[in-house]
């Protein structure tokens, strides 16, 4: 088979672009193509975030997430400097705002040093040190935490791809794919064919699809949860220095409402955590049938229901009001009214679901898997990269391209 392309990376958001760039320095004699739908780069996950570099101090030990955001953290701040794109390494405050978080609040503190962070614990006194105007019993002091602009990493990524000879073309979405023994034809929009040996999916919100539509099973569903964000007036900003987290419940994998200043002065108060109608859902107006359908039909949907229906009933009263959104943010800032918010730009956390309703809490990669010999060849899949996939976005990068040049060489053979 006669290739146009070695490797083809669908999405254009921070993970697919740093796929390429990697793919340029790995292998700079690679013929590599990026598709990217929309009419820009990082219109969705990378471009609808708080901006936030984070350390790792969450994670799992020894999980990918815990691994790719200490090493992310470091190198994304590494980038930005080297590149000339806006950045600050704040720290960040996590604060427990009563007694009954401490036992959680200090197994986190234990899981960032198992995690090689620095973690300073601080009393009510330390926290008003850092941020005055924020109340809790205790708080925990991340100093490897940050803020850049993710967006403008993005494209830095894709002017070097390009200028190493990658062609990344916009507005040009996936129709179909022909898998044959010795590639792949991908059909795109005009009904145009394109032939190439290795196929690299990067779709976020729509990786599941991508991944069937290549004949390979993921075996999870992406089920989309709306982040709404506030942000403070500019008259109230002096609220808030840097960043201030609440400290997390591990039952549920999202971070719960925080107060975030960005590198162009803003800050951003939120998100809470929503299903979407759809997997560009960004407000309640948006349906779209064939998504809902799909996140109706899925079995897993309903665990989670089952399991976390008491959680999403306060974050859906959160959506719907915003006095007990206002109620929620006053725990850690209680200075703030509602009258000192004015809603922001929402975002869609592309979240990977198994059948039994479990959600994956680790990066995830599926395709040809070069210690498995058994494994799919010609494609690569990366099923779950939500937060802190930006952060990591140049570890997830290099991994991705090291098994698409993996899956080039063992078709070659």
């Known amino acids: 088979m006669a290739y146009d392309f070695d490797v083809t990376v669908v999405g254009g958001g921070i993970v697919g672009l740093s796929t390429v760039y990697a793919l340029t320095r790995q292998r700079p004699d690679l013929r590599v193509l990026l598709l990217e739908k ?39 701040v590494g980038f930005c400097r080297e590149q000339g794109i806006p950045y600050e390494v704040t720290g960040k405050l996590i604060v ?15 899981r960032g040093r198992e995690n090689g962070i620095p973690v300073t614990e601080l009393d009510a006194a330390g926290i008003a040190a850092h941020e005055p105007e924020v109340t809790g019993v205790a708080g925990l002091h991340i100093g490897t935490t940050g803020i850049c602009d993710f967006p403008a990493v993005a494209r830095r990524y ?36 394109l032939r190439s040996a290795v196929l690299v999916n990067c779709a976020g919100l729509h990786s599941d699809r991508i991944a069937r539509m290549a004949g390979d099973d993921p075996g999870v569903r992406i089920i989309p949860f709306r982040g709404e964000y506030y942000e403070l007036t500019k008259e109230r900003r002096e609220l808030v220095r840097g960043l201030v987290y609440p400290v997390p419940d591990p039952a549920f994998p999202f971070l719960g409402v925080h107060l975030t200043r960005g590198v162009h002065g803003d800050v951003h108060v939120g998100p809470n955590a929503v299903p979407a109608l759809a997997r560009e859902g960004y407000d309640w107006r948006t349906v779209r049938p064939r998504d809902l359908a799909e996140t109706v039909r899925f079995p897993g949907t309903w665990q989670i229901a089952r399991r976390h229906w008491r959680y999403e009933i306060g974050e859906l009263h959160r959506s719907l009001s915003k006095r007990a959104f206002t109620a929620a943010v006053q725990r850690l800032l209680p200075a703030v009214t509602a009258a000192d918010l004015v809603p922001a730009t929402a975002g869609v956390r592309a979240q990977a679901v198994a059948r039994d309703g479990s959600l994956l ?37 290099r991994e991705v391209a090291r098994r698409a040049v993996a899956a080039l060489e063992a078709g070659d053979r």
């Open 158 to 193: 894709a002017a070097l791809a390009e200028e190493a000879g990658a062609l990344l073309r916009t507005g040009c979405e996936l129709q179909g794919i022909e898998r044959r023994r010795d590639g792949l034809t991908v059909r795109i929009g005009g009904g145009a064919e």
């Open 38 to 76: 929309e009419p820009g780069f990082a219109a969705h996950q990378t471009g609808r975030n708080s901006g936030v570099i984070h350390s790792g101090v969450y994670y799992r030990p020894g999980s990918l997430k815990a691994r790719y955001a200490a090493e992310g953290a470091a190198e994304m």
């Open 361 to 397: 809490d680790d990066f995830a990669f599926a395709g040809f898997d070069p210690g498995d010999p058994s494994s799919p060849r010609r494609t690569v899949h990366v099923l779950n990269a939500p937060s802190p996939a930006a952060t990591a976005s140049l570890p997830i990068g």
């Open 96 to 110: 427990a705002t009563g007694r009954e978080e401490l036992p959680r609040l200090h197994a986190l503190a234990q």
